[in-house]
């Protein structure tokens, strides 16, 4: 019986194949490193010219090749002056072997067919073990990710236990580009970026500004109706801020360099936790008034590297859905599971019907990476896990996953292709209350520290819609659509019928706009539907004398003689049930 491997050893042994094809057609190439990653592999090279999209054809078939021919892997050990020599040519090569032999590990090699490198393994029994491989792409990457070291070729790939499995992930990958909020956020003119303003810094065009806005709309009445205040705070701040919490120390390679006001140095806000601190401290509140909830859709700025820095999901400068709420320890668990309950309310009402939960811990043998007495560390976990085991929510457990001051919940949302993308985060906070001095008044007339639960229900507003975008496809539901209602005329004598409705249309709040070309109705249709505009209103001779409309969808389904007060009442209630 064959022996089965995992996943994870099909990759990598994937990864060493395509290093093999890379040295036997193009020699002159250096080898950096090749490990499997989630849903594939890759394998890094140095090399003057770029890998085009025809090299990596005829690597897959000089790959299907080697597997054809069944070879074998075997693991040898050799001396360091036999080592040396065979990766005399592969400076990146020696220099990992040198790193193996600082930390004492002898290193080891694996060779197939006549192809040998450097690797701890495991790997497959043979090059027929890899039944399903495929190349997927190129892409720039820093040797060991610092952008101070030279930048290599990158090629991915994806491997399979079963011809079945890749075929499936293709064709999710095929959707998954179709669906690509880089593409569809500028066909649809949400947004853009400009290398001329700085990278990850987000344009919001009139069409994603909608959408932002209705968002927004909707979440500050949400979070009112829950007891929530709502606040604003500066966009800069005194540095001190940041040594008193502790993030100076800890987060700085996040945070931008100060800015000298004054003599003073001066950041701009990574967070906005210490500004609501400060709003709370401006008087002595009893236990009477706990718990005390501010919101902000704030504006923050960190530092993510130009290589990871993507669209509206990795960017520079982003609107948190923040807040922070002060409350006694007895409130603790009442309130983590108030935000549960509007977190989970607010995904599903986007469309998100799936989750992974994940509570998020310190790692047990790396404390000194944390804030913090492990009293209060203990009672935060323990608060946040009897929350999720009262609402008896599945989660996981991430050990090593918390921030340093605190632990969390952390909700990834599961979107239309399976995907996990980091959304709601609650953070329990013993740390900050005590250094800035953060009180209130007890039963006992004596000061008490509150409690801190740092939370977002939909993340950033920039990753939160850009995740959207893929999501729907680009198709936004009525409520969200920057363009509810487009209305098309058949000939110029429907024109003045159709501003009329216009005129009506705006009147009763629903966004829209008129098609009065002279262009033919089907091409009218195809722009509209280019456009993802929910309601197509088609208005000819026929709708003119009757009053009456057509109405189409997306879906291509056409309604005709609808009247004019019905479609009105219909699309208002589908817009106020957020369907």
């Given at each position: 019986m064959a022996e089965k491997h995992s996943i994870e050893t099909l990759r990598h042994s994937a990864a060493h194949l395509l290093a093999q094809a890379v040295k036997e057609i193009f020699p002159d190439a250096k080898l950096g490193i090749g490990p499997n990653v989630e849903n594939g592999f890759y394998y890094d090279f140095e090399r003057d010219t770029p890998f085009t999209p025809e090299d990596l054809k005829k690597l897959e078939d000089r790959m299907r090749r080697h597997i054809k021919a069944a070879e074998k892997f075997e693991k040898i050990e050799y001396s360091?002056?036999?080592?040396?020599?065979?990766?005399?040519?592969?400076?990146?090569?020696?220099?990992?072997?040198?790193?193996?032999?600082?930390?004492?590990?002898?290193?080891?090699?694996?060779?197939?067919?006549?192809?040998?490198?450097?690797?701890?393994?495991?790997?497959?029994?043979?090059?027929?073990?890899?039944?399903?491989?495929?190349?997927?792409?190129?892409?720039?990457?820093?040797?060991?990710g610092d952008q101070n070291n030279k930048q290599l070729q990158r090629i991915y790939g994806t491997a399979f236990l079963t011809k079945e499995e890749l075929e499936l992930y293709l064709k999710r990958l095929e959707e998954a580009e179709k669906r690509d909020h880089t593409k569809l956020g500028k066909e649809l003119e949400i947004y853009s970026t400009h290398p001329e303003v700085g990278a990850g810094l987000i344009h919001w065009h009139p069409n994603g500004s909608i959408i932002r806005m209705e968002i927004e709309n909707f979440w500050k009445t949400e979070h009112i109706r829950r007891g929530y205040k709502y606040v604003y705070t500066p966009h800069i701040g005194n540095i001190g801020l940041w040594k008193t919490s502790g993030h100076w120390d800890f987060y700085r390679e996040s945070m931008y360099s100060p800015m000298k006001i004054d003599t003073v140095d001066y950041l701009v806000k990574p967070m906005n936790c210490p500004f609501h601190i400060f709003i709370y401290k401006t008087k002595l509140h009893s236990y009477r008034e706990l718990p005390i909830r501010y919101a902000e859709l704030g504006t923050v700025y960190r530092y993510e590297k130009s290589g990871v820095v993507h669209g509206m999901v990795r960017v520079r400068g982003f609107t948190q859905d923040d807040a922070h709420i002060f409350c006694t320890p007895e409130q603790l668990k009442d309130e983590i599971i108030g935000v549960l309950e509007l977190s989970l309310f607010m995904l599903q009402t986007f469309g998100y019907k799936e989750y992974v939960i994940e509570l998020s811990v310190r790692d047990p043998k790396n404390k000194e990476k944390y804030l913090g007495e492990d009293s209060g560390w203990n009672k935060a976990e323990a608060a946040l896990k009897e929350a999720l085991n009262t609402k008896k929510l599945k989660y996981r457990i991430g050990e090593g996953e918390a921030k340093f001051y605190g632990p969390s919940i952390d909700i990834k949302t599961i979107d239309a292709l399976g995907r996990e993308w980091q959304g709601p985060t609650i953070q329990v906070d013993f740390n900050l209350p005590e250094k800035f001095d953060v009180t209130y008044e007890g039963q006992d007339g004596k000061k008490h520290r509150p409690v801190m639960v740092h939370r977002t229900v939909l993340g950033s507003m920039e990753r939160f819609v850009g995740c959207l975008i893929e999501h729907y496809a680009g198709k936004f539901p009525l409520w969200l659509a920057p363009t509810q209602v487009k209305i098309l005329t058949i000939t110029d004598r429907c024109n003045k019928a159709a501003e009329e409705l216009y005129g009506t249309l705006l009147d009763n709040n629903i966004r829209a706009e008129l098609d009065l070309r002279t262009?033919?109705?089907?091409?009218?249709?195809?722009?509209?539907?280019?456009?993802?505009?929910?309601?197509?209103?088609?208005?000819?001779?026929?709708?003119?004398?009757?009053?009456?409309?057509?109405?189409?969808?997306?879906?291509?389904?056409?309604?005709?003689?609808?009247?004019?007060?019905?479609?009105?009442?219909?699309?208002?209630?589908?817009?106020?049930?957020?369907?």
């Open positions: 360091e002056a036999e080592a040396k020599k065979i990766l005399k040519d592969e400076p990146y090569k020696l220099e990992l072997m040198d790193d193996l032999k600082k930390e004492g590990e002898k290193p080891t090699f694996y060779k197939h067919g006549n192809f040998i490198d450097l690797c701890r393994g495991p790997h497959v029994n043979s090059t027929a073990d890899l039944k399903a491989v495929k190349l997927t792409k190129v892409a720039a990457a820093y040797w060991r262009e033919t109705i089907p091409k009218k249709v195809r722009e509209a539907q280019l456009e993802k505009v929910p309601k197509i209103i088609i208005i000819g001779d026929k709708e003119v004398e009757a009053k009456t409309v057509a109405v189409r969808t997306l879906d291509g389904k056409v309604k005709f003689g609808v009247k004019i007060s019905e479609f009105i009442e219909e699309i208002l209630k589908e817009i106020k049930e957020k369907q």
